[in-house]
């Protein structure tokens, strides 16, 4: 290749990786990441041991399609929040990478994916709870609640808590009372995770009209209402024992981390400081990975014991 062909090709190159880098973005990788930490880890309680390795693969490849479908239709509906607030105004569909009718196109792509690949790699209830999860992010909390509603993020987040179900199914092609139990877990973990991110990006939420907690709430108001949720998780973390027949090490971190995480929260309502709010919006991540972990070593300790 000559030199002048070479020099051409680089900023196609690039062109090309930025291009793929932005449809990646659509998907709100980060999210993807926390959602598939609480599916392996519920997929390993339901086996009472490790399930096949390509199970757990096939499982994670499907929720991962379906949890990016469902960001990039967000990103796609949220396109004129998203250049109002300057937490979101990188964002693809803002800066013009992606368009919308090609966001659209590529998001509804991966939902028909998801599905096809669950049904054919897993179970048909594994697919539809996926699919379903799309569908309630999308038209319960996207279109309708995250823009009339302070409930947006509590109800709406009812679809973070879909992968757990997706985890327990996909090993027993059935629910119970343990998944359940599980899906409480996330439901009451999303509020105060949310709305301690929130604090920070009040004004944003302002700017752009979105009724989030913080934004709409006293500072006091929304820290009682953080404490309130994570005691509830506190206490379904535990319930989550005898429900699941879990052992030691389980019980053991539940009630640490929880007590751990109800601190925090009590920290921010003594506080009402936004670095206290964004401490515990980070501890909140590490108290779902922890917790789950525990759960998956918890099993594997007993079923090796």
């Not at 999860?133 to 993020?153: D, M, P």
């Not at 709406?156 to 139990?181: K, Q």
């Not at 820290?223 to 506190?234: C, D, F, G």
């Amino acid at each position: 290749m000559s030199s002048a062909a070479h020099a051409a090709s680089v900023p196609s190159d690039r062109s090309l990786i930025r291009r793929i880098g932005a449809y990646v973005a659509l998907t709100k990788p980060r999210i993807i990441e926390l959602l598939l930490v609480t599916t392996v880890p519920t997929m390993i309680v339901a086996e009472r041991g490790m399930p096949s390795l390509w199970l757990m693969v096939a499982t994670v490849i499907g929720g991962t399609l379906a949890a990016g479908g469902a960001n990039a239709i967000n990103m796609y509906v949220d396109r004129d929040i998203d250049a109002v607030m300057d937490r979101t105004r990188n964002r693809p569909l803002v800066t013009g990478m992606v368009t919308p009718t090609a966001a659209l196109v590529f998001a509804i792509t991966l939902e028909v994916l998801a599905f096809v690949w669950l049904t054919w790699q897993v179970n048909l209830l594994s697919a539809v709870l996926a699919v379903s999860a799309c569908l309630f992010y999308v038209f319960v909390y996207t279109l309708w609640l995250k823009r009339t509603s302070s409930a947006n993020i509590v109800i709406g987040g009812a679809a973070g808590a879909v992968p757990v179900l997706i985890g327990w199914s996909a090993v027993t092609n059935s629910l119970g009372w343990a998944p359940v139990v599980l899906f409480a877990v996330i439901f009451f973990w999303t509020p105060p995770h949310f709305w301690a991110l929130a604090v920070r990006y009040k004004d944003d939420y302002s700017a752009a009209d979105v009724p989030m907690l913080p934004s709409v709430a006293t500072m006091r108001h929304t820290s009682v209402r953080i404490v309130a949720y994570t005691l509830v998780v506190w206490a379904l973390s535990l319930v989550f024992v005898p429900v699941a027949s879990m052992g030691w090490l389980y019980l053991a971190t539940a009630v640490v981390m929880g007590a751990l995480f109800t601190l925090k929260s009590v920290a921010l309502l003594r506080s009402g400081s936004e670095n206290v709010a964004m401490s515990l919006f980070h501890f909140s991540i590490t108290y779902l990975v922890v917790l789950f972990g525990a759960m998956a070593v918890d099993q594997l300790l007993l079923g090796t014991a």
